[in-house]
Antibody, heavy 120, light 109 residues
Framework: DVQLVESGGGLVRPGGSLRLSCAVY????????MTWVRQAPGKGLQWVATINQDGSEKYFVDSVRGRFTISRDNAKNSLYLQMSSLRAEDTAVYYC?????????????WGHGTLVTVSS | EIVMTQSPVTLSVSPGERATLSCRAS??????LAWYQQKPGQPPRLLIY???TRATGIPARFSGSGSGTEFTLTISSLQSEDFAVYYC???????????FGQGTRLEIK
């Protein structure tokens, strides 16, 4: 079965950094583009970043560009989100999600998410 | 940025009845639209992609339609497990910029 398991969330002060991980199981990780989506408490979904299969292409929503980095380790079946200069508005559950096809940016499998809280 | 607007914000329907949810794009997105269902404490679940194709394992009572700027998700006969929040998402742009609607909460009448 396909599984995506996020970790690394927690409480961080404004201006701080955090690294999220997503371990994947049950499919050939190197074959799929991967994405992070976040959801602020009680709010809707927001696309954050996408990385292609070999990590050579990366895309970010404007609000995190320059502060967040997305990466992957295909040998370890893992996706990462390095977050820095964190702000209160970055507080959210962060989900990793799989794109079934490289050119179609919808998401067929999601992890259960990891909560990031930015507060002093 | 393509803005996705869902209506209504909340929809109250009785079990067994039909529910119709709408999603409008601020510019044409062809059929590059997906629908998701989200229950409290759970991640979103893909229901529909390419505006009208059901994802694997999704019951036939869920159907999607539309193209361009106007889209609809129809649930033909509501079951108790269908009461949730539904999001539409466009994926038309390149470089990729995906945007979600604000969601429609489907509640029991």
């Amino acid at each position: 079965d396909v599984q995506l398991v996020e970790s690394g969330g927690g409480l961080v002060r404004p201006g701080g950094s955090l690294r999220l991980s997503c371990a994947v199981y049950g499919f050939t990780f190197s074959s799929n583009s991967m994405t992070w989506v976040r959801q602020a408490p009680g709010k809707g979904l927001q696309w954050v970043a996408t990385i292609n299969q070999d990590g050579s292409e990366k895309y970010f929503v404007d609000s995190v560009r320059g502060r967040f980095t997305i990466s992957r380790d295909n040998a370890k079946n893992s996706l990462y989100l390095q977050m820095s200069s964190l702000r209160a508005e970055d507080t959210a559950v962060y989900y990793c999600a799989r794109q079934p096809y490289a050119m179609d940016y919808y998401f067929d499998y999601w992890g259960h998410g990891t909560l990031v809280t930015v507060s002093s | 940025e393509i803005v996705m607007t869902q209506s209504p914000v909340t929809l109250s329907v009785s079990p067994g009845e039909r529910a119709t949810l709408s999603c409008r794009a601020s510019q044409s997105i062809s059929i590059n639209l997906a629908w998701y269902q989200q229950k409290p404490g759970q991640p979103p679940r893909l229901l529909i992609y390419e505006a009208s194709t059901r994802a694997t394992g999704i019951p036939a009572r869920f159907s999607g339609s539309g193209s361009g700027t106007e889209f609809t998700l129809t649930i033909s006969s509501l079951q108790s497990e269908d009461f949730a929040v539904y999001y539409c998402q466009q994926y038309n742009n390149w470089p990729p910029e995906v945007t979600f609607g604000q969601g429609t909460r489907l509640e029991i009448k």
